[in-house]
């Protein structure tokens, strides 16, 4: 509502009505691992629909996550349209960190500045194709926190936690 031009509708969980999603532009989740929601629920076929339309994709927090045990079957796939992902609940770190801007000019930098942070981190992210944004410090590494990244079929995708 604050941007003109942008209607933003909330759906706890995936739409039951399959026009609500005619024009979509960008879905985004903020819920358990997405991955497993998203590829092997039962709207599996209608995401992957968006996702080759060029629908962007955000994830966030643990919604950015695929569970250790799916990784290897979906992990690939997931990546393909997130650009990155971590392991949900592998090596976390809850600490204070300044919130760094990897690259300060891409658009989603602009209009905020760098700040200290308290939160749960979640280690080791896998990068595929995804380019690094958002960094913290913790336990003595850097750690990428959001990543954005440009699909082939012209779809978007940031994911963070």
Request: aromatic content about 10%; glycine content about 12%; hydrophobic content about 35%.
């Amino acid at each position: 509502r604050q941007m003109e031009g942008v209607e933003t509708v909330v759906s706890g969980g995936w739409p039951k009505d399959p026009e609500d999603l005619a024009g979509v532009k960008t879905i985004v989740f903020y819920t358990d691992p997405a991955a497993e929601m998203l590829l092997d629920g039962p709207h599996a076929e209608a995401f992957e629909g968006l996702m080759n339309q060029g629908v962007g994709l955000v994830t966030i927090h643990w919604a950015s996550s695929v569970y250790q045990k799916n990784l290897e079957r979906i992990g690939d796939k997931w990546m393909g349209y997130l650009g990155g992902t971590w392991i949900s609940n592998v090596e976390l770190s809850t600490d204070t960190s300044t919130l760094k801007k990897l690259i300060p000019k891409h658009p989603i930098c602009r209009g905020w500045n760098e700040y200290e942070l308290r939160d749960e981190f979640y280690l080791n992210p896998k990068m595929a194709k995804g380019k690094p944004l958002l960094q913290v410090t913790t336990k003595g590494k850097d750690v990428t926190v959001g990543w954005v990244h440009e699909r082939l079929d012209g779809g978007r995708a940031f994911g963070t936690t």
